[in-house]
């Protein structure tokens, strides 16, 4: 019949049912199995004895700078203990002292060669940003320049340390210029900017580094002269093999002098 309701179907609407996974097959034993690009169980244990191993030596690095226990240095610079191989073999006992917050200066060495009549022949410095390519030769002139003393308290023995070193350089840059009759040497520190300034009880600004005279931060340490007669003649059994063990040095500290 025209214009009749349409009758609808009550019935309610049965949902469709999930098909069943399959179950995973398991290994012997009822041990789970591996996902697809998971590392084996060993490589997980071996990777994450590494890792503890690691940040332990990062850590021991670090807490052997300055006054520590004896623990500490026994464990981390031990000479023949594993944990000194693995950080000399990582390079990572050299000290990061340019992260601390009271950063010390860099070090400069700078010389000039005279011949007989005392006219310069040549000049240079070491580290050299210019010369010393790539980073990692640029570091080891950096380190002979910023080793280049004990770390004595005493002013005058820390003072004589650094003449003792630069002579050694003189005498090395002399036998390698045999034209060379005389060689100067003088060893600056870098202060890193900017330079502290302090104020005084009657609110004055003051320096506690007033001997700062020479521009970008340069101050004079010391300086020698070295003639070419103080070159000694080199031994001809003299055996440069030494092992560097024998005379070593605590390379985590990193000295820095006092505040001037």
Do not use: C
Not at 2 to 30: C, D, H, N, W, Y
Not at 144 to 154: G, N, R, T
Not at 171 to 191: D, K, V
Not at 230 to 259: E, G, I, K, V
């Amino acid at each position: 019949m025209v214009g009749a309701p349409l009758k609808t179907s009550t019935a309610p609407i049965q949902p469709l049912s999930p098909k069943p996974k399959p179950s995973a097959p398991t290994r012997e034993g009822g041990a789970a199995p591996r996902r697809p690009g998971r590392p084996a169980t060993f490589v997980r244990i071996a990777l994450t004895i590494w890792v503890v191993w690691h940040f332990t030596g990062v850590f021991l690095a670090a807490l052997s700078i300055g006054i520590t226990s004896d623990l500490v240095l026994h464990v981390s610079q031990n000479p023949h203990g594993p944990m000194q191989w693995y950080l000399d073999a990582l390079y990572m006992n050299q000290g990061h002292s340019f992260f601390a917050p009271d950063v010390g200066p860099g070090h400069l060495v700078r010389y000039q060669l005279y011949d007989q009549s005392g006219k310069e022949i040549e000049h240079g410095e070491f580290p050299s940003r210019k010369e010393h390519w790539p980073r990692l030769l640029y570091h080891r002139y950096f380190m002979l320049a910023d080793q280049s003393e004990l770390p004595f308290d005493d002013k005058p023995t820390r003072e004589y340390w650094q003449q003792q070193y630069l002579k050694a350089f003189g005498n090395r840059l002399l036998a390698a210029n045999e034209n060379a009759q005389t060689i100067r040497l003088q060893r600056y520190a870098h202060w890193p900017p900017p330079r502290r300034i302090f104020v005084d009880r009657e609110g004055k600004l003051v320096d506690p580094r007033p001997s700062l005279i020479y521009p970008k931060g340069y101050e004079l340490l010391t300086q020698v002269t070295v003639p070419r007669a103080n070159l000694a003649p080199t031994p001809a059994n003299q055996s440069m093999n030494m092992n560097w063990q024998d005379t070593r040095f605590n390379t985590a500290r990193r000295w820095t002098p006092p505040t001037r």
